[in-house]
């Protein structure tokens, strides 16, 4: 199973970028997506996930600027990223919670990131 992120880069202040993340591999099924991100020298941080069903939860800092969603039948999730701050500035990482063919349980699986810069 592999997750690769794309879509980071350099933004100005206030602009907008979209990240997506694919899953790949002998996958059954998928639950919880998410992303996540760590500034240098900080601990990781959820930054919004979404359920199987669709529900979204996102930390304090992102709501009403950040969108997560997902395309469950390209095993794929999306984080839409408006109004940036240079705070934002990180290395974001994509989760999956996924149930391999013939396996009888769900494992936690990692991208290797993909780095947001934020600055003028």
């Known amino acids: 199973v592999q997750l690769v992120e794309s879509g980071g880069g350099l933004v100005q202040p206030g602009g907008s970028l979209r990240l997506s993340c694919a899953a790949s591999g002998n996958i059954f099924s998928i639950r919880t997506m998410g992303w996540y991100r760590q500034a240098a020298g900080d601990q990781r941080d959820l930054v919004a996930r979404i359920s199987g069903g669709g529900i979204p939860t996102y930390a304090d800092s992102v709501k009403g600027r950040f969108t997560i969603s997902r395309d469950s039948a390209k095993n794929t999730v999306y984080l839409e990223m408006n109004n940036l701050k240079p705070e934002d500035s990180a290395l974001y990482y994509c989760?999956?919670?996924?149930?391999?063919?013939?396996?009888?349980?769900?494992?936690?699986?990692w991208g290797q990131g993909t780095q947001v810069t934020v600055s003028s």
């Open positions: 989760s999956a919670q996924i149930l391999r063919t013939y396996s009888n349980s769900y494992y936690d699986y």
